[in-house]
């Protein structure tokens, strides 16, 4: 019973802190809980907008905000934020890698961690906001900027999204650059070709961190 009453408890504390923040950035929350209790990790999906899930594949990134929690275990537990390094700083736990990794993995991390100081570590991990998983659209656009990225979203979505081409854009060679494994790839799109439904396989689907160029 309590611990059925403390997995409650993080559903509640996390909605409730979601209602408290109005300019928090959050996308969705998912609690992952891991420990003797079962032989896997188990993720609930726990959406703090109405409508908006936890992305689909999503991994924890730099910046992304979580909050730990550990059953009976309140000095360990906390909210986090991943750092540049993709790691985040827990009491006693000390750098724990954080980034590139599912809430389920992680929480699988901290409770192989704890056990040097914890007696059968229960831990649940609860992501509370997600400022990791963005897109940048930069040039002849109506609107330019950073754009979430909540869900799939190709190229002509952003585009459409950042309010369309201005008249002098050039629609022919609008350049897609992305960074992988420190290396910048570069992807050209037509928007003319895809309108008309061309070569539609260059309306590629959009990662973290990829920005459109529209010269």
Known sequence: MERLFFRATCVLVLCL?????ANAQVQAGVQVQSGPAANRPTATAVSTVVGAPLPAKY?????????VAFWREQALSGDVVVRPDGKISLPLLNDVQASGSTPEELASALARA??????????????????????????????????????????????AVGGGLLEYADRKNIVITRTQDRQEMRFK????????????RQNIIL?????????
């Open 17 to 21: 802190g979601v209602q408290g923040s």
């Open 59 to 67: 991994v924890i990134g730099i910046g992304d905000v979580l909050a």
């Open 114 to 159: 704890a056990v040097k100081f914890v007696d059968e570590p229960d831990v649940a991990v609860i992501v509370k906001e997600i400022h990791s998983r963005r897109v940048f659209l930069v040039g002849q656009v109506a609107t330019p900027g950073m754009v979430p990225l909540t869900g799939d979203m190709n190229v002509l979505q952003l585009i």
């Open 189 to 200: 799109f037509n928007y003319d070709d895809v309108l008309k439904g061309k070569n539609v």
């Open 207 to 215: 990662r973290p961190g990829d920005t459109v160029v529209v010269r």
